[in-house]
């Protein structure tokens, strides 16, 4: 099958948020009194934000909550995560990462996004790699979350593409399961290898020049 473009997931395979995620969502339940730790925060990769507010909400034992106010809670915790993110430099992405997407680009791949986030292009734009993508497929352009496979839809469609022409690299199983329900082949990396549900494995993110020759 042919590949023309690559669809990336941004946190886990281009760069790592989680930790920031996880600071920011554990003062937002210290200050509730919600019990949260690393295993929940696990949890929450690939998750859009309101969904991941739902699963830490598991452990909140207080008075319903009106939509209005876990809305205040999730603009709470992407307050403290914005402030966090600012910290990011361009040493936040690795140069395997810069060069392998450089040489892609060389070899005439189109490169769009396609991560869950609506920080997304604030996140490229800090560590200098907006300027490497084609199109961005993010939080901001879906309204069903992965496994869902919209948000690779839309890659592939900015790109001017088939789905089928496509390979999506993602971290998450949610996402491999997005990019096979989409029709695109599937590339998985980190913890996502051992879903053993993805066409090709990468050990490292190098190891997208060999699929893509
Ligand atoms: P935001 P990805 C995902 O990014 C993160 O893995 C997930 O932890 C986060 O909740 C989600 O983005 C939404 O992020 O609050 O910034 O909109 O892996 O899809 O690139
Ligand atoms: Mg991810």
Redesign the pocket.
């Known amino acids: 099958m042919s590949i023309k473009g690559v669809i990336f997931?941004?946190?886990?395979?281009?760069v790592f948020?989680?930790k920031l995620?996880y600071q920011a969502w554990k003062q937002m339940a210290d200050k509730m009194g919600i019990y949260f730790d690393e295993e929940i925060?696990n949890r929450?990769?690939?998750?859009?934000?309101m969904?991941?507010l739902e699963i830490i909400l598991e452990k909140y034992y207080g008075e319903p909550l009106t939509l209005e106010q876990k809305e205040n809670l999730?603009t709470e915790?992407?307050d403290t995560?914005r402030e966090l993110l600012k910290t990011m430099t361009r040493d936040d992405a690795t140069d395997e990462v810069r060069e392998t997407l450089a040489e892609l680009k060389c070899r005439g791949y189109k490169l769009s996004?396609?991560?869950?986030?609506?920080?997304?292009k604030f996140?490229l734009e800090r560590v200098e790699l907006l300027d490497m993508f084609d199109a961005i497929s993010?939080?901001n352009n879906i309204t069903k979350s992965?496994p869902d496979p919209e948000?690779f839809l839309k890659g592939a469609e900015y790109l001017g593409l088939n789905p089928e022409d496509c390979l999506v690299v993602?971290?998450?199983e949610a996402?491999v399961e997005a990019g096979l329900a989409g029709g695109m082949q599937v590339a998985a990396i980190g913890d996502a290898v051992n879903c053993g549900k993805a066409n090709y494995n990468l050990s490292t993110f190098g190891d997208l020049l060999k699929i893509c020759s």
């Open positions: 997931d941004l946190d886990g395979v281009l948020t989680d995620h925060n929450l990769r690939g998750v859009s934000r969904d991941s999730a915790k992407n995560y996004l396609g991560s869950s986030s609506k920080n997304a996140i993010d939080g992965k948000v993602e971290d998450a996402g």
